[in-house]
């Protein structure tokens, strides 16, 4: 079987370096470089943050979420103060400049002449002298180019959206070309929106590329709720069934790890399995299970169905048996007992397959880098091993449901037609949720995909 670790969505760990970090800056430089030297394949991972007190623990991860969210954006208005391309710089330098720059344009809090004076002591002291003077002189063009807050984005040249609104830019013009224009405000590859025009339209696509600038909220699945939530810590969400945290943080980890009645899902990734709430299978299997998300929606919705979870990969599977260690109706399994056991008994087989997931770049900032055209023809191989791996759990009768949180067709309808011909099903449920914000954290929804295939001319499980 495939090993999936490195394109599934994994569990972002802290960036260990040889150096303590003694500022969030220092942090972030640090990782940045690091991601600078391996781009457009950085790794999904967060600053090590272990030596700093709160207040600079949460200034390093929004510095480094703005760097990495907006990093072709500020790459283009760097580039409008160098006299060489910044492709061409090496990693450290990359690395500052995006840093001060994202400090500059995006965060309106910290002072202009301390993000510049930061980031040129920073030049100086970690890669030569010489830098500096090019990290200061390049800065304080970008400083100068930055204007005022301003309405929503209207795919103006002179502005670039931000999650709130617009910001001005003085003597710099995003490009002319409108899917180029697209690209630099949004920090969306544009091979990313070339390949969705094919199938996609204008607004569809820019919808796309919007939704990927802010962090999403936190939603929660409610729709299985055995009693009421505590209070003041949720609001409504647009989706039935769902809801919007608005506790503090620390309080919903102590939620979830106390009831297994609700958990942390956006409506797009629940979508799969409410699609085939209405069958009746007495055996379902998650052959990709991760953290455990969808087994615990599989588990709810199906209450006399046994699940079996499993997970190739090795963090995933532990954390997976560590969940449902005490769990009367969910087996977490190794591979290769599950392959054994559950051989031809399977009336539900869930494929949550590892993706590109360009459905849910808002909290995969690294994903939209990542999406090249290899990566998506080595996933598309690995889409395609993992359903011929999983196929002989079937039962005679069984379904598969087979789930993305991706927006591409390569990965998503193609996958579905290719699956149904090679193994003589047919295809049904098809749904595909396209990633929106529509201006409020109560109508946010990532993108996902999901189908349903059954034995040709029998009827479901």
Not at 258 to 273: C, H, K, L, N
Request: proline share 7%; with cysteine; charged share 25%.
């Amino acid at each position: 079987m495939p090993d999936p670790k490195r394109n599934r969505s994994p569990k972002r760990r802290p960036r260990n370096h040889t150096t303590t970090p003694t500022s969030a800056r220092e942090s972030v430089a640090a990782l940045l470089t690091e991601q600078a030297a391996r781009f457009p394949e950085i790794e999904p991972t967060e600053p090590d943050t272990a030596k700093l007190d709160d207040r600079d623990s949460a200034l390093a991860h929004a510095l480094y979420d703005a760097s990495i969210r907006r990093w072709l954006t500020l790459e283009y208005i760097i580039q409008q103060g160098l006299n060489r391309p910044f492709r061409e710089l090496e990693p450290s330098l990359k690395a500052v400049l995006i840093l001060g720059a994202a400090q500059l344009v995006l965060m309106d809090r910290i002072p202009a002449h301390a993000a510049i004076d930061q980031s040129v002591d920073w030049a100086k002291r970690r890669i030569r002298p010489g830098a500096a003077k090019l990290v200061n002189a390049a800065l304080r063009r970008v400083s100068e180019s930055v204007g005022e807050r301003s309405g929503p984005w209207s795919n103006d040249r002179r502005s670039i959206p931000l999650a709130s609104g617009s910001r001005d830019l003085l003597g710099i013009k995003l490009p002319e070309d409108e899917r180029d224009r697209l690209a630099t405000a949004t920090s969306v590859p544009r091979q990313l929106i070339d390949r969705w025009a094919e199938h996609h339209p204008r607004e569809i696509i820019t919808d796309a590329c919007m939704h990927a600038l802010a962090n999403p909220p936190t939603v929660l699945n409610v729709s299985h709720l055995t009693s009421p939530l505590p209070d003041n810590c949720t609001s409504p969400h647009a989706e039935e069934g769902h809801a919007l945290w608005t506790g503090p943080r620390e309080e919903l980890g102590e939620l979830l790890n106390a009831r297994r009645d609700v958990w942390a899902q956006d409506p797009s990734s629940s979508e799969a399995v409410r699609s085939v709430a209405g069958m009746e299978p007495s055996i379902i299997v998650d052959f990709c299970a991760g953290q455990g998300t969808k087994t615990r929606q599989l588990s709810a919705t199906f209450p006399n169905a046994k699940v079996i979870a499993t997970d190739v990969d090795r963090a995933r599977y532990e954390t997976l048996a560590q969940v449902f260690a005490n769990d009367e109706r969910v087996d977490v399994l190794p591979m290769a007992e599950l392959m054994h056991r559950a051989r031809g008994q399977a009336d539900l087989l869930l494929l949550d397959v590892p993706c590109s997931n360009t459905g849910v770049m808002g909290r995969r900032v690294e994903a939209r880098y990542r999406a090249t055209p290899a990566s998506l023809k080595r996933l598309k191989s690995i889409q395609r091993q993992i359903i011929e791996e999983a196929r002989p759990l079937l039962s005679k009768t069984g379904s598969i449901l087979y789930a993305t949180c991706s927006i591409d067709h390569e990965e998503n309808h193609d996958q579905a037609r290719w699956a149904a011909k090679a193994m003589h099903m047919s295809v049904a449920d098809e749904r595909a949720s396209l990633p929106h914000t529509r201006g409020n954290p109560e109508s946010s929804v990532d993108g996902s995909y999901s189908v349903v295939l059954s034995p040709a001319g029998r009827p479901r499980a």
